[in-house]
């Protein structure tokens, strides 16, 4: 046994995470046609470089129109110099100072749904990780109360459908799954073109109405721009901080002295949530595509070749965290790619850090002790780019 990954039901496919170093920095995986970059530096220098590697990846696996019909607007999917702008207008509407006023509500709300906690277990998915982060950016966005469900459950079904992808020609199944995405994200496209209308007519006080405000050098979102953005906010809201929580607490459970240090310090809340995006990343893996023939930690990578950057090997890279399979609370440097780097760094960084931090803490205030159940095991997402419990049962006594 290697460490604690051992005892989880991770993807098989994550080696790293149970120890062992990848053989080289990038290397061809035949099964699914695509690059798998392992290494920290070798990630680096491909999330820097836009130009040479695009990260319009969608366009290799769905037609040209329907690409981008559903993702003009899509950060995740544009290059500069279009990035830059639309970054920059929808970066306007999603400051930090909107953020860090969250922080009151974000406690108000963890309270209120740790209230529902009764007897002495509970599952902290159910409970905390699912509800909070699409509670938040519901608010954020100004969707009433009672459609919180209808996005939930179209968010719920794209990840249900989203399976590993491959470039090899004729895979029904991939095919499939990604007609089911695509018809999710159209049913929730057409609920926020009616939210987008409605607030034309009356403007309110949300980001759905700062978005269409928004304005660089005389240009704003067109519709399209704004539904697919809110699209990918509705997205990565509903799931990525619910992985951040349930892998902390999953490795504060896992490292009991890890666990004892942070209860006693809670000044190291902040590096333990660091610390857990480094040892079980949410988000295990971004795409790229080269643009031109490149040569990678010296292996040759012809132009037009899909690189799947693992930021989750990368974080394990002996070459540049000491002692990589330790969860050390207190890791200092720690620069993990657990939100990616350089032009695509994750825009909800400050609001999933915010989201962990006070979560975190008030678990701590209300539970002295909380260990996960021997006859009730975690259980974890199935796409293999994430990395998060799905369900994450707890007792709150010995
Ligand atoms: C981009 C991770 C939470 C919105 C990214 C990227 C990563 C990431 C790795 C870069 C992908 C790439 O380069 O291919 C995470 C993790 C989160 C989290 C681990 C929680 C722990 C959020 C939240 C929001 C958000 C709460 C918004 C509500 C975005 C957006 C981008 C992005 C809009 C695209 C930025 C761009 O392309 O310029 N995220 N994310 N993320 N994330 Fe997050």
Same mark, same amino acid.
């Given at each position: 046994?290697?460490?604690?990954? /051992?005892?989880? *039901?991770?993807?098989?496919?994550? %080696?790293?995470?149970?120890?062992?170093?990848?053989?080289?920095?990038?290397?061809?995986?035949? =099964?699914?046609?695509?690059?798998?970059?392992?290494?920290?530096?070798?990630?680096?220098?491909?999330?820097?470089?836009?130009?040479? +590697? #695009?990260?319009?990846?969608?366009?290799?696996?769905?037609?040209?129109?329907?690409?981008?019909?559903?993702?003009?607007?899509?950060?995740?999917?544009?290059?500069?110099?279009?990035?830059?702008?639309?970054?920059?207008?929808?970066?306007?509407?999603?400051?930090?100072?909107?953020?860090?006023?969250?922080?009151?509500?974000?406690?108000? @709300?963890?309270?209120?749904?740790? *209230?529902?906690?009764?007897?002495?277990?509970?599952?902290?998915?159910?409970?905390?990780?699912?509800?909070?982060?699409?509670?938040?950016?519901? *608010?954020?966005?100004?969707?009433?109360?009672?459609?919180?469900?209808?996005?939930?459950?179209? $968010?719920?079904?794209?990840?249900?459908? !989203?399976?590993?992808?491959?470039?090899?020609?004729?895979?029904?199944?991939?095919?499939?799954?990604?007609?089911?995405? $695509? =018809?999710?994200?159209?049913?929730?496209?057409? +609920?926020?073109?009616?939210?987008?209308?409605? &607030?034309?007519?009356?403007?309110?006080?949300?980001? @759905?109405?700062?978005?269409?405000?928004?304005?660089?050098?005389?240009?704003?979102?067109?519709?399209?721009?704004?539904?697919?953005?809110?699209?990918?906010?509705?997205?990565?809201?509903?799931?990525?901080?619910?992985?951040?929580?349930?892998?902390?607490?999953?490795?504060?459970?896992?490292?009991?002295?890890?666990?004892?240090?942070?209860?006693?310090?809670?000044?190291?809340?902040?590096?333990?949530?660091?610390?857990?995006?480094?040892?079980?990343?949410?988000?295990?893996?971004?795409?790229?595509?080269?643009?031109?023939?490149? =040569?990678?930690?010296?292996?040759?990578?012809?132009?037009?070749?899909?690189?799947?950057?693992?930021?989750?090997?990368?974080?394990?890279?002996?070459?540049?965290?000491?002692?990589?399979?330790? %969860? /050390?609370? $207190?890791?200092?440097?720690?620069?993990?790619?657990?939100?990616?780097?350089?032009?695509?760094?994750?825009?909800?960084?400050?609001?999933?850090?915010?989201?962990? &931090?006070?979560?975190?803490?008030?678990?701590?205030?209300?539970?002295?002790?909380? !260990?996960?159940?021997? $006859?009730?095991?975690?259980?974890?997402?199935?796409?293999? /780019?994430?990395?998060?419990?799905?369900?994450?049962?707890?007792?709150?006594? #010995?």
């Amino acid at each position: 046994m290697t460490g604690p990954v /051992d005892q989880w *039901d991770i993807h098989p496919k994550h %080696f790293w995470l149970r120890g062992k170093q990848p053989p080289r920095p990038i290397e061809y995986d035949e =099964e699914v046609g695509m690059w798998n970059v392992y290494g920290h530096p070798e990630s680096l220098e491909i999330l820097a470089d836009p130009g040479t +590697y #695009s990260s319009a990846v969608a366009t290799r696996f769905v037609p040209p129109e329907q690409a981008k019909a559903a993702f003009d607007g899509n950060l995740t999917q544009v290059d500069p110099p279009d990035h830059k702008k639309l970054r920059k207008l929808v970066s306007r509407t999603f400051t930090l100072k909107m953020v860090a006023g969250l922080e009151t509500r974000i406690a108000e @709300l963890t309270h209120e749904l740790l *209230d529902q906690v009764t007897g002495d277990s509970f599952d902290l998915a159910d409970v905390l990780g699912y509800p909070l982060p699409v509670i938040v950016i519901c *608010d954020m966005l100004g969707i009433p109360n009672s459609d919180r469900d209808l996005l939930k459950g179209w $968010a719920d079904e794209s990840l249900a459908a !989203r399976g590993q992808l491959t470039t090899h020609e004729g895979d029904s199944g991939q095919q499939q799954s990604l007609e089911d995405q $695509a =018809e999710s994200a159209m049913e929730m496209g057409f +609920y926020f073109l009616e939210q987008v209308a409605e &607030r034309r007519a009356r403007p309110r006080e949300d980001l @759905l109405t700062k978005l269409i405000e928004s304005e660089v050098d005389g240009e704003r979102l067109t519709d399209r721009q704004i539904v697919n953005f809110t699209n990918l906010l509705i997205f990565a809201g509903h799931i990525t901080t619910t992985m951040l929580l349930g892998n902390t607490v999953l490795c504060l459970d896992a490292f009991p002295e890890a666990d004892a240090r942070v209860r006693k310090d809670r000044d190291l809340v902040p590096t333990v949530i660091e610390e857990s995006l480094r040892y079980l990343s949410p988000l295990a893996a971004g795409y790229r595509i080269t643009t031109k023939d490149v =040569e990678i930690a010296g292996q040759k990578v012809p132009e037009g070749q899909v690189l799947e950057v693992w930021f989750s090997a990368a974080n394990r890279d002996e070459r540049v965290f000491a002692d990589p399979q330790l %969860f /050390d609370p $207190a890791r200092d440097p720690n620069p993990h790619l657990g939100f990616g780097r350089g032009i695509h760094f994750c825009l909800g960084a400050p609001l999933a850090r915010l989201e962990g &931090r006070v979560a975190l803490n008030i678990l701590l205030d209300r539970f002295p002790r909380l !260990r996960t159940d021997p $006859a009730d095991r975690p259980t974890f997402l199935t796409p293999p /780019d994430f990395t998060g419990v799905w369900t994450l049962p707890l007792r709150t006594t #010995s």
